[in-house]
T-cell receptor
Framework: SQQGEEDPQALSIQEGENATMNCSYK?????LQWYRQNSGRGLVHLILIRSNEREKHSGRLRVTLDTSKKSSSLLITASRAADTASYFC???????????FGEGTQLTVNP | DARVTQTPRHKVTEMGQEVTMRCQPILGHNTVFWYRQTMMQGLELLAY????????DSGMPKDRFSAEMPDATLATLKIQPSEPRDSAVYFCASGLAGIPEAFFGQGTRLTVV
């Protein structure tokens, strides 16, 4: 079964708005990553947050991690049409580097 | 620039045929993952290798799937015999032990008819 579950499954917003996606996971983790997948392409790493971190920023991306709730959120600010893609969270457990992905959020940014 | 290369990009085959998918990891990477992506199941980890040795292939149907790394520059995923339910996009990803980020190839879209 999937380690992570994203919420919402689909999100449609207007250009310029912020997009927030959430991820929940089940077991203890070393770190949590967010990946992006454009239609018909492979996944691309966006950002990583370690289990001892609570928030991290990279450009227009902001990631938070709450290990007590086993949840993370990805915020994309000032969205652009080019941000349209699927976004996945991925975790690797404390026992090894097996990388497990959630089900993804399909983000559509309308021009 | 460095990237994971998968071949073929698309494959259509008849049920019962053998399918071999190939992956060239990024030079120097010592960890290789095979994932399968479908609408119903999402991204499933089939197998992963460290220094060419399989660490975990519990996600792979053993009766028809096999994964190998003949050398450090080539990983293969074989299905024999293929079935329509194997239709999916198969991704290879590589990385370095101790570094969490995985680098994905463009995938092989497999259709079994």
């Amino acid at each position: 079964s999937q380690q992570g579950e994203e919420d919402p499954q689909a999100l449609s917003i207007q250009e310029g708005e912020n997009a927030t996606m959430n991820c929940s996971y089940k077991t203890s983790i070393n770190n949590l990553q967010w990946y992006r997948q454009n239609s018909g392409r492979g996944l691309v790493h966006l950002i990583l947050i370690r289990s001892n971190e609570r928030e991290k920023h990279s450009g227009r991306l902001r990631v938070t991690l709450d290990t007590s709730k086993k949840s993370s959120s990805l915020l994309i600010t000032a969205s652009r049409a080019a941000d349209t893609a699927s976004y996945f969270c991925a975790t690797d457990g404390t026992s090894g580097s097996r990388l497990t992905f959630g089900e993804g959020t399909q983000l559509t940014v309308n021009p | 620039d460095a990237r994971v290369t998968q071949t073929p990009r698309h494959k259509v085959t008849e049920m019962g045929q053998e399918v071999t998918m190939r992956c060239q990891p990024i030079l120097g990477h010592n960890t290789v993952f095979w994932y399968r992506q479908t609408m119903m199941q999402g991204l499933e980890l089939l197998a992963y290798f460290r220094n060419r040795a399989p660490l975990d292939d519990s996600g792979m149907p053993k009766d028809r799937f096999s994964a190998e790394m003949p050398d450090a520059t080539l990983a293969t995923l074989k299905i024999q015999p293929s079935e329509p339910r194997d239709s999916a996009v198969y991704f290879c990803a590589s990385g370095l032990a101790g570094i969490p980020e995985a680098f994905f190839g463009q995938g092989t879209r497999l259709t079994v008819v």
